[in-house]
């Protein structure tokens, strides 16, 4: 099993930006690929950037050029730095974690609220 904790998600005005994180334990040898998902009020979760290595990531079409998604392999913590926020990615954020094994886990989830 992976335990996901979450932090950084709150409030921020238009064009500002947040940080959120998300530390692993447990089973974390078994970690594949990291990623963030978001879930807005009535509608489906989607996938906002992923992250296997530096050299291998994935954006949704929304947030490219806004979002930069790290991993800290160290720390065993994934990073998703939010910049130019818009009243649009105001949601809730869950990180997800896919292992080797074919496995997913979940954060619990972290508001982000986006004010204009």
């Known amino acids: 099993q992976v335990q996901l904790v979450e932090s950084g998600g709150g409030l921020v005005q238009v064009g500002g930006s947040l940080r959120l994180s998300c530390a692993a334990s447990?089973?974390?040898?078994?970690?594949?690929?990291m990623g963030w998902y978001r879930q807005a009020p009535g509608k489906q979760r989607e996938l906002v950037a992923a992250?296997?290595?530096?050299?291998?990531?994935n954006y949704a079409d929304s947030v490219k050029g806004r979002f930069t998604i790290s991993r800290d392999k160290v720390k065993n913590t994934v990073y998703l730095q939010m910049n130019s926020l818009k009243p649009e990615d105001t949601a809730v954020y869950y990180c997800?974690?896919?292992?080797?094994?074919?496995?997913?886990?979940w954060g619990q989830g972290t508001q982000v609220t986006v004010s204009s």
């Open positions: 997800n974690v896919a292992t080797r094994y074919g496995a997913f886990h």
């Open positions: 447990g089973s974390i040898f078994s970690i594949n690929v």
């Open positions: 992250i296997l290595s530096e050299s291998s990531t």
